[in-house]
């Protein structure tokens, strides 16, 4: 027997309706309709912060603030000297091209060549920032590291 779209059903047990509270006594949800006796949690609108622990000072207050946050950090996507190895002789290696052939995926401030791998192609990188290794074997190869900035 085919199964078709005006033919099929939900399996049995499936699909449960929603409990309604508030109508009754013998449902089991009825007087205070879950909420409780009296208290913030048993009034109606009742709304508090997540990390509210009844006016006790937070846990994350509580807890010792560590190190230090610098908040002009820029922060790159790294890219190996060796995956530039994909490219043709002579190309123009830059960050948007390494971002379109999926080498360097995320957000962040910019793309930093790294020096692990070897590189046998004459390439013009530009990218925001080099390794001191990359860029000794980028030249060694022949080619060129222009740092741009963003």
């Known amino acids: 027997m085919s199964t078709s779209l005006h033919t099929l ?5 499936s699909r449960k ?16 309709s879950g909420g409780g006796h009296k208290g913030q949690m048993a009034r109606k609108g009742h709304k508090h912060k997540v990390a509210f622990e009844g006016g006790q000072i937070r846990l994350v ?18 890219v190996n000297v060796g995956d530039l190895e994909r490219f043709e002789d002579g190309a ?7 971002r379109q052939s999926g080498l360097a995926r995320g957000t962040a401030d910019g793309v930093k060549i790294l020096g692990v791998g ?5 390439l013009m990188v530009k990218a ?12 060694a190869a022949g080619g060129t590291c222009e ?4």
């Open 9 to 13: 059903k939900t399996a049995p047990g």
């Open 17 to 32: 309706s929603h409990r309604r509270i508030g109508r009754g006594i013998g449902s089991g949800r009825g007087k205070t």
């Open 61 to 78: 207050r509580r807890l010792p603030k560590r190190g230090f946050h610098n908040p002009v950090r820029k922060y790159f996507l790294p």
């Open 92 to 98: 123009e290696v830059t960050a948007s091209l390494l």
């Open 118 to 122: 070897e590189l046998s192609r004459k």
């Open 128 to 139: 925001q920032a080099f390794s001191a290794g990359a860029r000794a074997k980028i030249e």
């Open 147 to 150: 740092v741009v900035k963003n």
